[in-house]
């Protein structure tokens, strides 16, 4: 390059003056240098280029030595294969100039070949950093365009006017089913080839300078998937104002499109919901207007069969309270408002009881859209829990009775456990019995207190608890604090408490009461000696009168019968010898004799009546009655009594004094109608102060009831002999036979009008239970 | 007319002669033999104690047995004449004062043929016993007739 100096001096008027003019203008040097010496020349410029001077010779390992560590490789290759090869070569380098500036140079070899070898390289130089700096800018401001282009949140592309793609945005290619693909510079139709017309035009409308929007619309994926979108296409222009292409943004509504076909759907489903859900439930939009409603609220409310939905609850109600207005108005300004438990008095007056919601729900956000409301009939789990409250309001109060019943209670007492027999409890009256006070027996062991008397005792007890689980009435002495005894009546039962088992035993002290016991038990067998020395002295007595009786009956009669038997053989043996006088005492002494028998069989009857057992046997009364009037007409024919006798007359009693009683009744009967020209003796059933009872009556002589108090004692008469014969012994005979019975006689009788007897017989104490 | 004869015991000496002058009505006075207590009517009736040396003779064809007797009872009587083979059969008529239905109800259980009380009535008391005398002597067949040698 040290050849370019003396050119550069020369005159501007010359050729080699005006290329170096114009290369200086046009800011390109050139330069030689010879391979085989490494000596070369340069121009001027290019010597400025390096900021050197232009006037020192230059080499070709000079030219080499400015270029940076990365343009160096490459010259150095470039300069070796056109010596090498003669290949000549076009490179845009760095170098750092002399002053240190880094610049773009670019250079441009040619080898020159003489006789088959390369005599010489040449080739310009040119300054190109200006240049360079622009096109990085340019590269880069359209990289960060392509990056802005490539990342954009949107589906974004860019087009030539042949719908070439220059750009496109990532998302473009995922909606379109390109991701991965390099698309840049393929044509959108060789892409698409089912696109739409439409589309096609939309697009040279855009081409042509038009914006144009779609809304929805349907578009084939290269997969053949259907998708919804909504697009726009404008035109773009290049630097110059000139149409370069269009612009398209797609936005996939596929996704919002399906969200709303679910949303519609979920709707359907809520309405639905809501039209099924077993509760009262309803959907109001902001002016209370129905949009869903429950089957439940339906009924709930009166409202079965009719169409509420999108008319105002308000309508339907004109009546609603202005507090539940409020709550709606609450409920709409977004407050849950919720009540538990609210009583309302229904049309009818009865009461109610509602738990309710009113929730706003919400449009989007923060708009509320309406209100849900809730309602529930809990009138009759109210009522439970109020009766529940009550009843637990009365377990309290019971509680406390309880406790004041334990505190309080007049026996004493005690909660012990049964492990150890450790008090655990006592109430006052326990303490006043025992005479330990509270404090000294909780914690303590009875066997401790040595409250039993024997510790066999106190186990017999436990082992009868343990067995039994639960004692009663058990008798038991125990020591009070003092040693002093005293006698309980005991109960007791096991109980777990605190999860052990525990003894609660209640004690009566009885021992006053079983001294008392023991004081009627003392007297009673006293008593009953006494009643044993007195039935033994009866018995005595009884036997004596059987013995006496038995004695009258056979000795007394004896010597009648000698008296009545000699006089009777005096009178037929020696009767024509006596005078009339003798022979009339001898029929008194007979008379007297017979009269005696009769007294003394009437004194035994009497007195049989008392003694034997008395044998209770059902008796046919009407039977025996008939029996003496048979005996009593044979005895006495003629006499043309009227019998009235019931039949069927039972009795339970004795048959044998039974007998005795209708003998000396029917008898009476027979024997006092004897003056009577018409004589009626009857027998019946008929009534003893309300009792039932047997009747004998007849219209005969009667008697004065001045005198009935004496009528049935022995051997008192209301008449004489001569009128009426008799001992006095047949009704007292029936009287005590009667009592003998349990029953009772009563007599009524008027002189000349007759008498009537009447006596009961109750049933034995035998009888009378079922 | 039996060839044996009545037994009479019979301790009241009133009683005997008029039960005596009754049977001597109807001609059976003879036949009667009288003992006062209940132990001499079984001495005489086993020839035992003071008819000890009486020689055996047939049985009488009745017994006339009172009840209320000194020593010996007069059921104890008829116990015993009952248990003893050779009297077993004996036509035994209980004849008493006492009309007590124990007594009667006792003799029939102690195997007694009759039980006739003695009436107080005198004529009554005569016509009882003489027909007691003419039916066992004269009427009825006693079972030891075939039976004794």
């Keep these: 390059?040290?050849?370019?100096?003396?050119?550069?001096?020369?005159?501007?008027?010359?050729?080699?003056?005006?290329?170096?003019?114009?290369?200086r203008l046009a800011k390109v040097g050139g330069w030689s240098f010879d391979p085989r010496t490494g000596e070369g020349e340069w121009t001027e410029e290019v010597a400025r280029i390096h900021d050197l001077?232009?006037?020192?010779?230059?080499?070709?390992?000079?030219?080499?030595s400015f270029y940076t560590p990365e343009s160096r490789p490459r010259i150095e290759q470039a300069v070796r294969e056109a010596i090498e090869a003669?290949?000549?070569?076009?490179?845009?380098?760095?170098?750092?100039?002399?002053k240190g500036v880094r610049k773009w140079v670019r250079t441009q070899g040619q080898p020159v070949v003489e006789g088959g070898r390369v005599v010489r390289v040449q080739g310009t130089f040119q300054d190109i950093t200006a240049q360079k700096q622009l096109e990085l800018s340019l590269?880069?401001?359209?990289?960060?365009?392509?990056?802005?282009?490539?990342?954009?949140?949107?589906?974004?592309?860019?087009?030539d006017r042949e719908m070439r793609y220059l750009a496109v945005s990532r998302r473009w290619l995922n909606d379109y089913g390109l991701s991965g693909r390099d698309v840049l510079g393929d044509c959108q139709y060789d892409l698409f080839p089912q696109l739409p017309a439409a589309a096609r035009a939309i697009h040279r409308r855009a081409l042509a300078g038009e914006v144009v929007c779609t809304e929805e619309d349907p578009f084939i994926l290269a997969d053949g998937t259907r998708r919804w979108r909504r697009w726009e296409a404008r035109p773009w222009r290049d630097a110059r104002g000139a149409s370069g292409g269009i612009v398209l943004f797609s936005e996939d509504l596929t996704d919002r499109k399906r969200s709303e076909a679910a949303l519609r759907g979920s709707e359907d489903r809520l309405r639905l919901f809501i039209e099924h859900a077993p509760a009262a439930l309803a959907l109001f939009d902001q002016e209370m207007r129905y949009l869903a409603v429950s089957r439940r609220w339906l009924s709930d409310y009166g409202l079965a069969g009719r169409e509420v939905l999108g008319r105002s609850h308000y309508e339907i109600f004109p009546e609603i309270t202005e507090a539940w207005k409020a709550v709606h108005r609450r409920g709409l300004a977004g407050e849950v408002v919720i009540e538990e438990e609210d009583q309302f008095i229904r049309q009818d007056g009865s009461a109610q009881w509602l738990r309710w919601e009113v929730r706003p729900w919400y449009e989007s956000e923060g708009v509320v859209g309406g209100l849900v409301i809730f309602t529930e009939d809990i009138t009759a789990r109210v009522q439970a829990l109020h009766a529940l409250r009550e009843s637990e309001a009365a377990l309290l109060i019971s509680e406390r009775l309880f406790a004041m019943a334990?505190?309080?209670?007049?026996?004493?007492?005690?909660?012990?456990?049964?492990?150890?027999?450790?008090?655990l409890d006592v109430n006052a009256t326990w303490e006043s019995l025992s005479g330990y006070c509270r404090e000294e027996a909780v914690g303590h062991s009875a066997r401790e207190m040595r409250i039993?008397?024997?510790?066999?005792?106190?186990?017999?007890?436990?082992?009868?608890?343990?067995?039994?689980?639960?004692?009663?009435?058990?008798?038991?002495?125990?020591?009070?604090?003092?040693?002093?005894?005293?006698?309980?009546?005991?109960?007791?039962?096991?109980?777990?408490?605190?999860?052990?088992?525990?003894?609660?035993s209640t004690l009566v002290d009885i021992t006053e009461q079983k001294r008392a016991r023991e004081e009627i038990q003392r007297l009673n067998a006293d008593l009953e000696h006494r009643v044993e020395a007195r039935t033994a002295e009866l018995q005595a007595a009884n036997e004596e009168l059987e013995a006496f009786a038995y004695a009258v009956s056979h000795d007394l009669r004896a010597p009648l019968r000698a008296m009545s038997g000699f006089s009777q053989a005096l009178e037929e043996d020696f009767g024509a010898a006596l005078p009339e006088e003798a022979r009339g005492y001898l029929g008194q002494i007979m008379a007297g004799s017979h009269h005696m028998g009769e007294l003394i069989d009437g004194l035994l009857a009497l007195s049989r009546t008392t003694r034997g057992d008395l044998k209770r046997e059902p008796v046919d009364l009407t039977f025996l009655a008939e029996e003496v009037r048979q005996q009593l007409e044979r005895q006495e024919p003629g006499r043309g009594v009227r019998w009235r006798l019931q039949p069927g007359l039972r009795a339970s009693g004795d048959a044998r004094m039974l007998r005795i009683v209708m003998a000396n009744l029917v008898g009476n009967a027979w024997k006092y109608t004897g003056g009577q020209p018409d004589p009626v003796i009857a027998v019946e059933a008929a009534e003893l102060d309300g009792q039932p009872c047997f009747r004998v009556s007849d219209?005969?002589?009667?008697?004065?009831?001045?005198?009935?108090?004496?009528?049935?004692?022995?051997?008192?008469?209301l008449h004489r002999q001569d009128e009426f014969p008799g001992l006095g012994i047949g009704l007292a005979t029936v009287q005590r036979i009667i009592h003998r019975h349990g029953g009772r006689i009563a007599a009524q009788a008027e002189p000349g009008h007759g008498a009537a007897f009447c006596f009961s017989l109750p049933p034995s104490l035998e009888e009378t239970r079922p | 007319m039996n060839r044996r004869g009545i037994l009479l015991?019979?301790?009241?000496?009133?009683?005997?002669?008029?039960?005596?002058?009754?049977?001597?009505?109807?001609?059976?006075?003879?036949?009667?033999?009288?003992?006062?207590?209940?132990?001499?009517?079984?001495?005489?009736?086993?020839?035992?104690?003071?008819?000890?040396?009486?020689?055996?003779?047939?049985?009488?064809?009745?017994?006339?047995?009172?009840?209320?007797?000194?020593?010996?009872?007069?059921?104890?009587?008829?116990?015993?004449?009952?248990?003893?083979?050779?009297?077993?059969?004996?036509?035994?008529?209980?004849?008493?004062?006492?009309?007590?239905?124990?007594?009667?109800?006792?003799?029939?259980?102690?195997?007694?043929?009759?039980?006739?009380?003695?009436?107080?009535?005198?004529?009554?008391?005569?016509?009882?016993?003489?027909?007691?005398?003419?039916?066992?002597?004269?009427?009825?067949?006693?079972p030891l007739d075939g039976g004794q040698p």
């Design chain 1, 1 to 23: 390059m040290s050849g370019e100096g003396p050119r550069a001096r020369e005159s501007e008027g010359d050729p080699a003056s005006l290329l170096a003019r114009m290369s």
């Design chain 1, 53 to 64: 001077d232009p006037t020192l010779a230059t080499t070709k390992d000079l030219g080499l």
């Design chain 1, 86 to 98: 003669a290949r000549a070569y076009d490179l845009e380098l760095e170098l750092v100039s002399a």
């Design chain 1, 139 to 159: 590269r880069e401001s359209q990289d960060r365009l392509q990056l802005l282009i490539d990342h954009a949140p949107a589906a974004l592309a860019m087009f």
């Design chain 1, 406 to 423: 334990f505190t309080q209670n007049p026996a004493a007492i005690a909660l012990t456990r049964l492990a150890d027999g450790v008090i």
């Design chain 1, 452 to 504: 039993w008397p024997s510790p066999e005792a106190s186990r017999r007890f436990v082992q009868e608890l343990t067995r039994q689980g639960v004692i009663r009435d058990w008798e038991q002495t125990f020591l009070r604090k003092r040693g002093e005894p005293y006698v309980a009546r005991l109960a007791a039962q096991v109980l777990t408490f605190r999860g052990e088992p525990h003894i609660l």
């Design chain 1, 699 to 717: 219209n005969g002589a009667g008697f004065d009831m001045a005198h009935a108090a004496k009528l049935f004692q022995p051997f008192q008469r």
């Design chain 2, 9 to 142: 015991v019979e301790d009241n000496a009133q009683d005997e002669l008029l039960t005596l002058r009754s049977l001597r009505k109807v001609n059976l006075a003879n036949a009667v033999t009288v003992v006062r207590d209940g132990q001499q009517a079984l001495d005489f009736l086993f020839r035992e104690g003071a008819f000890g040396g009486v020689p055996a003779g047939p049985l009488p064809a009745v017994v006339m047995l009172d009840l209320g007797l000194p020593r010996v009872g007069g059921l104890e009587v008829l116990a015993r004449l009952r248990s003893d083979e050779r009297t077993r059969l004996l036509p035994i008529v209980i004849l008493t004062s006492s009309d007590e239905d124990q007594d009667r109800l006792r003799s029939y259980l102690g195997g007694a043929n009759s039980f006739v009380r003695k009436p107080v009535d005198f004529a009554e008391f005569a016509e009882t016993v003489a027909r007691l005398g003419v039916y066992w002597m004269a009427v009825n067949e006693s």
